[in-house]
């Protein structure tokens, strides 16, 4: 129904949108049909009729078959060059946005009050055989976020935002908007830690620096303090740094990008 809650991903020419997920404290309804876990999970690009269930975490992607974008934009698969049996499916297609001033995603009937997190993932692929890899503008409604600027074919990025819905609208303001600068997971040289070991489907990215620090990990279960409003999942907390130096100290530092 047209009155009835929506959240916009959009963005200038040459937005390429490989993977579009929203979730929520609560079950979700819209046009996507949820699952129970309150997510809404797009494979942009992803033609037919039926939906792709990922191996890894077991979440169902719907296809992306005009939808949710107005029949905007086109469908198409990245550059065989670029593909590698390792790589994620859902990389091998891209829905492409060409043309227009302003192009949307569009999830409806959203549950007002809640939080949302909301991930778009970006590849060009050279897809168009043209080897020029794009600058755009995504935004979540009208807000505009930063510039995502793919310097090669096979570079990957992704846009992270956690907003509040007031209303039956999406509103991500300054005040009720966070844009995530990074999600790192310290100590740990496996691979992303996401869904099941994260019920929110974060994406927890490894990082290690063995010139500096010294790894830390347990097998046992680790859990934060009661009420934690961050949730760290316990894969997470199981592994940790120190200064490979016991006479030195670790400094994180986290410098915004200049468009952020």
């Known amino acids: 129904m047209e009155e009835l809650a929506r959240r916009t991903m959009a963005a200038t020419p040459w937005l390429l949108l490989l993977c579009l997920a929203a979730a929520a404290g609560g079950v979700l309804q819209a046009r996507a049909q949820p699952d129970s876990k309150g997510y809404i999970t797009i494979d942009c690009g992803l033609q037919g009729k039926t939906d ?60 007002p009050g809640l939080k949302y997190l909301v991930r778009a993932s970006f590849m060009y692929g050279n897809y168009d055989g043209l080897n020029r890899p794009p600058v755009f503008d995504p935004h979540l409604g009208v807000n505009y976020r930063y510039t995502v600027s793919i310097a090669r074919p096979d570079e990957a ?45 974060r994406l927890w990215f490894p990082s290690v620096n063995s010139l500096l ?18 949730e760290a999942p316990s894969a997470v907390l199981q592994t940790a740094i120190r200064p490979r130096n016991g006479s030195q100290n670790t400094a994180l530092l986290g410098v915004p990008a200049p468009n952020q």
């Not at 300054?174 to 999600?183: E, T």
């Not at 859990?223 to 409003?229: G, K, L, R």
């Open 52 to 111: 792709r269930v990922d191996n890894d975490t077991k979440l169902a992607y719907a296809p992306d078959n005009g939808e949710f974008t107005d029949d905007a934009g086109t469908c198409h698969n990245i550059s065989a060059q670029y593909m590698s049996p390792s790589m994620h499916e859902s990389w091998y297609n891209v829905r492409s946005f060409a043309a227009g001033a302003r192009n949307c995603y569009t999830l409806c009937s959203l549950v």
């Open 213 to 230: 620090w010294a790894e830390m990990s347990t097998t046992r279960k680790v859990q934060n303090v009661d009420n934690d409003s961050f």
């Open 157 to 201: 990025k992704f846009v992270e935002v956690i907003a509040v819905v007031p209303d039956n609208f999406v509103q991500a303001t300054k005040a009720q908007g966070l844009v995530l600068l990074s999600r790192l997971n310290y100590g740990s040289a496996g691979g992303i830690v996401r869904y099941p070991d994260d019920p929110d489907d």
